[in-house]
């Protein structure tokens, strides 16, 4: 073993490949590991601030590769069931156990601050395939957060593409029979909006479905001892509604 470094003083390795282009500066051989680490860097005294890291990878260079991680490349060919990637970090409060900044450049047209792509014909259906958020003690907090408050904002926050879809479900959120009287499994809220549109749906097909399956908006409850309401419409105000149908538009009284 190889100890570098006291309390009283940091001793520094420079190693460097400016030679050769394809060279490696440290290759590090373990294929007769099982249990243990080919490296170790512990840190338990002292409290790192800002501007320390325990191990820090940095560029300045207009890096252009997209077939490997420029600043760094995790592969694996032959893992079926171990855990490739595995952040630990049960002392989190108000900290980030992963955190992703940008500030500067425009992320265009096929940029991405995180991508999530598979090729393969997945299908797992108890598992996100892609991404899979779990939470088994939070009570009252916010799982997953999405925030935009960029003043005038004309994109769009949210998109989901699913244009190949046959029988199955472009979203699907699930509740169960704990649910109480204050339980609410989607929420639109306006605010303080005078105009727009709370939910639209559209369709540009020539949509023929009819019966108990169809509709571009279904309300359906497969209960036989249903007793509640199917839809209730609460307002302040006047309740006005209109709709066309065979060309004529129908309006509702105010």
């Known amino acids: 073993s190889i100890s570098i470094g ?28 099982t249990t243990g680490a080919a490296l170790i860097i512990p840190h338990t005294t002292s409290v790192i601030a800002s501007g320390g890291s325990l191990f820090r990878i940095s560029s300045t260079s207009a890096d252009t590769a997209t077939t490997t991680g420029t600043l760094l490349d995790l592969s694996s060919t032959g893992a079926q069931t171990g855990t490739l990637a595995l952040l630990t970090d049960s002392a989190l409060t108000t900290g980030a156990g992963l955190k992703i900044a940008h500030t500067t450049s425009v992320i265009a047209n096929g940029g991405s601050l995180l991508r999530l792509s598979s090729t393969s014909i997945d299908t797992s259906t108890t598992t996100g395939t892609l991404l899979d958020l779990s939470s088994t003690a939070s009570t009252a907090g916010t799982i997953a957060l999405i925030t935009n408050n960029t003043a005038s904002f004309t994109g769009t926050t949210l998109s989901i593409s699913n244009t190949g879809i046959t029988s199955g479900l472009g979203m699907i959120i699930t509740g169960g029979s704990s649910m109480t009287s204050g339980g609410i499994l989607s929420k639109l809220d306006m605010g303080a909006a005078t105009t727009g549109r709370g939910m639209f749906i559209t369709g540009s097909g020539a949509y023929t479905a009819t019966g108990s399956s169809a509709g571009m908006l279904n309300l359906f409850n497969s209960s036989t001892s249903f007793t509640g309401d199917a839809l209730v419409i609460t307002s302040r105000g006047n309740i006005r509604g209109s709709f066309t ?8 009284p105010a």
Do not use: C, E, H, V
């Open 245 to 252: 149908a065979d060309g004529a538009n129908y309006n509702s």
């Open 6 to 33: 006291t309390a009283a003083r940091i001793q520094t390795i420079s190693l460097g490949t400016n030679s050769n282009a394809t060279n490696s500066a440290i290759t590090i051989n373990s294929n007769g590991i």
